[in-house]
């Protein structure tokens, strides 16, 4: 899950793609289902260098690939069950300057707000509180990248995945934020429904499971915008549950 601007009704099936990339970047996906009353933005707190350059931030356009998650997932067969076993329902339950550059990408408007005091150069509706900031104190030389939402038209919607590469200050970790923020509150532990992916070049630590094939053999390398290294396999964590409210380093 992630950090909204304004409150949602609920947030489901989130996966997230991380991969180191060139000169020390890391290039990541996001995609979940929400429901929400209004517009808003997710806001997507980045490890970046200190004083990072408002073009810090190269946003992905992957609105032709909204099956990239999907594709990810068929890397991971299930395999099939015993046939003595028996099914379970139980286990199926569940400061303001000039303002900041927005750029189109595919769906959704984004911009790169390079720290904390630079929220205020976002229209109202898509910052957070500056007292959450305050109770959040890992964040205060990160950067964010926002995405601008449109309320559902009806129910629950799922958004094509909002991709991007961006600088890090620490090159030897992969970022995966999954902290939650919701209506300005900061739980110490959250629901989460999240399947992370990312490629490495060594297996991480104990948790994931690597990909039978290579990343060729079940996702459009083309098409992910050169998100993926169709020669590497590909890792998934799920964390189905309750878990502190922290984001996930590998």
């Known amino acids: 899950m992630c950090c909204f601007s304004r409150p949602v009704q609920s947030v489901a099936d989130t996966n997230i793609f991380a991969r180191a990339s060139r000169d020390g970047r890391q290039v990541l996906a996001y995609q979940m289902k929400f429901r929400a ?8 707190p980045l490890p970046t260098p200190p004083r990072s350059p408002e073009n810090a931030v190269r946003f992905i356009n992957l609105e032709k690939y909204p099956e990239f998650f999907a594709d990810l997932k068929k890397g991971f067969p299930e395999p099939p069950p ?13 400061g303001v300057g000039a303002p900041l550059a927005v750029v189109e990408v595919g769906g959704f408007e984004a911009s790169f707000v390079p720290t904390v005091g630079d929220f205020g150069r976002l229209d109202a509706r898509f910052r957070i509180p500056a007292e959450t900031w305050d109770r959040l104190p890992q964040y205060r030389e990160f950067g964010f990248a926002v ?23 620490d090159r030897g970790v992969l970022f995966f934020p999954t902290v939650h923020i919701h ?8 629901r989460f429904d999240h399947a992370l992916y990312c490629q490495a070049p060594e297996a991480p630590r104990t948790g994931w499971r690597e990909s039978p094939g290579l990343a060729s053999g079940f996702a459009d390398a083309r098409k992910a915008e050169g998100l993926l290294d169709p020669d590497g396999h590909v890792y998934l964590r799920e964390m189905r549950g309750t878990f502190d409210n922290r984001d996930v380093g590998v």
């Open 37 to 44: 009353g209004e517009d808003l933005a997710m806001i997507l």
């Open 82 to 94: 015993p046939k003595s076993a028996k099914s379970d329902p139980a286990s199926r339950a569940g």
């Open 147 to 169: 995405f601008r939402l449109r309320k559902p038209e009806r129910g629950e919607k799922k958004v094509h995945p909002m991709a991007f590469e961006f600088p890090r200050a």
């Open 183 to 190: 209506d300005g509150s900061v739980p110490a532990r959250a």
